[in-house]
């Protein structure tokens, strides 16, 4: 049976190298849909606890997991041999920054350098992982041509990039619309009929570049209106007008305008760093991408400007940093989730620290934080911990926490996420973005 039959019946073998916050959702919402899945990870540890049923990802349930894996819809493995017998394979592997700036695509070329010793006749590869525009035909095509394989006709190449939104539940793997861009008309109209299984909506576009494009227009648009929300807050705090209630104003226009929140700083594996890999392509073809460049720097000097907050609201409280005890609430880089990756709460904590203040932190996603060489002690959010605390400092804005205990124990509040706006607090004890 051919391959389109197959993806029809949900019988085609797919494969998922990468099982991480991208790749376990993907091959979870295929294996719930009937098709084997075998999810391919080089981390060993999380090969085991997969295949005992225990999701490390708050978006899919143990419990769901554990039913596939009793039905034998889902196992993990590290053996990158098992690629041979699959039909469709997906790569979700990270694509982080050099500490240049520069983008590391090592993760993906050992992912592809994995495919392509077992790329045989009929099998469909998509790239998944945000990356700059030319990878998927200058890189993955060339690997995988190198044998004599015809793409197109003996196998197929797409890039999809993955648009998923960890924590938010309105918008799950289905409710997303998933862009695909074949290197051939065969090749996005196979991965369009994949996707179509799991989505709403399969769009194909006319390349792999045009794709790898989209996602990466989407993510600097969001990097340039959060820089511009953040640059907002430093001119409205020049004129000693509130940054939210401009906002909040503004966004009455049913037209024309969408609203962006400011805060401490940008985080998280997407918008930090591939609005970058777009500029290293231009870079590299002689274009200097200056919007991206100016919102990096104006996104990248928030969490200075918030350390200075700090130093403002105790000076009101007749205190100064060096030796003050600040309580951290909210380490992860957003609400709802547990992830620290590029959380500008690492780079605010740093720099209270190196201004001698003692930081303490409390998240209930975040049991521990040791990330990159930074650790701090992790607290309950409790009455006695905030008034040990000369200032408690909001950087994310998680639901969870009691925020009417902050507001009646606090000597001192710094929000950063307007956590507070329902609340009515003394002007010398509270400092806003
Ligand atoms: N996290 C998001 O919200 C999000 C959203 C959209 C797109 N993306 C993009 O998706 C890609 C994956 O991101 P993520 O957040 O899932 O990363 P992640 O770190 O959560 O997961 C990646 C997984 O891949 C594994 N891995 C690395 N190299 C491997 C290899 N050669 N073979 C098998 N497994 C390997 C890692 O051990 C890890 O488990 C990135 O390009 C990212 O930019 C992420």
Redesign the pocket.
């Known amino acids: 049976m051919e391959l389109r039959t197959r993806i029809a019946h949900h019988s085609a073998r797919i494969a998922v ?8 959702p993907l091959a979870v919402a295929f294996a719930q849909v009937g098709f084997p899945v075998t999810g ?4 060993l540890d ?1 090969v085991e606890t997969l295949n005992r049923g225990v999701s490390h990802i708050r978006d899919v349930e143990s419990d769901t997991l554990k039913e596939l894996v009793t039905a034998g819809r889902y196992r993990a493995t ?1 053996a ?1 041999e098992d690629l041979a017998e699959s039909e469709a394979i997906i790569i ?4 982080p920054l050099r500490k240049s700036k520069e983008p590391d695509i090592s ?2 070329l ?2 592809a350098a ?1 495919v392509k010793k077992y790329l045989r006749p009929g099998q469909l590869v998509i790239l ?4 700059y525009p030319g990878t998927t035909e200058e890189l993955l095509l060339q690997m995988f041509t190198e044998g004599g394989l015809r793409v197109g006709k003996d196998f197929f190449l797409a890039f999809s ?6 924590g938010n539940p309105h918008f799950r793997v289905r409710d997303i619309p998933k862009i695909v861009g074949g290197v051939t008309p065969a090749c996005s109209e196979l991965a369009t009929l994949l996707y179509g299984q799991i989505v709403n909506k399969a769009m194909p576009v006319s390349s792999p570049t045009v794709a790898e494009l989209a ?1 990466l227009y989407e993510n600097t648009f969001r990097s340039v209106n959060i820089a511009l929300a953040n640059e907002f807050a430093l001119m409205c705090a020049h004129l000693g007008v509130s940054v939210w209630e401009v906002i909040d104003a503004a966004a009455t226009k049913p037209f024309g305008f969408m609203p962006f929140s400011p805060g401490p700083g940008i985080g ?3 918008i930090p ?2 609005p970058l890999y777009l500029a290293w392509k231009l870079r590299m073809n002689g274009y200097e991408a200056r919007f991206i460049a100016l919102a990096d720097e104006v996104n990248r000097s928030m969490p200075g400007h918030v350390v200075n907050l700090v130093v403002d609201g105790l000076n009101r409280r007749g205190k100064c940093l060096k030796g003050a005890q600040i309580l951290v609430l909210g380490v992860a880089y957003k609400r709802g989730v547990a ?1 620290l ?1 590029e959380s500008p709460a690492l780079d605010v904590i740093a720099l209270l620290r190196h201004k001698g203040a003692q930081v303490r932190y409390a998240d209930p996603f975040v049991p521990v934080l040791a990330h990159e060489g930074l650790a701090a002690e992790r607290v309950e959010l409790e009455a006695e911990v905030v008034r040990q605390s000369d200032a408690v400092l909001i950087l994310t804005d998680h639901q969870e926490f009691d925020y009417q205990l902050v507001v009646q124990e606090a000597d001192l509040v710094v929000d950063t996420r307007n956590a507070l706006r329902h609340f009515t607090v003394p002007q010398e004890r509270l400092i806003r973005l």
């Open positions: 190298i990468g099982q991480g916050y991208v790749g376990l391919v990870e080089v981390d999380r590290s990158m979700c592997v990270p694509t993760f993906v050992a992912a994995g998944e992982s945000t990356t990039p993955e648009r998923i939104d960890p996602k998280g594996h997407c760093i591939d992830d990756r």
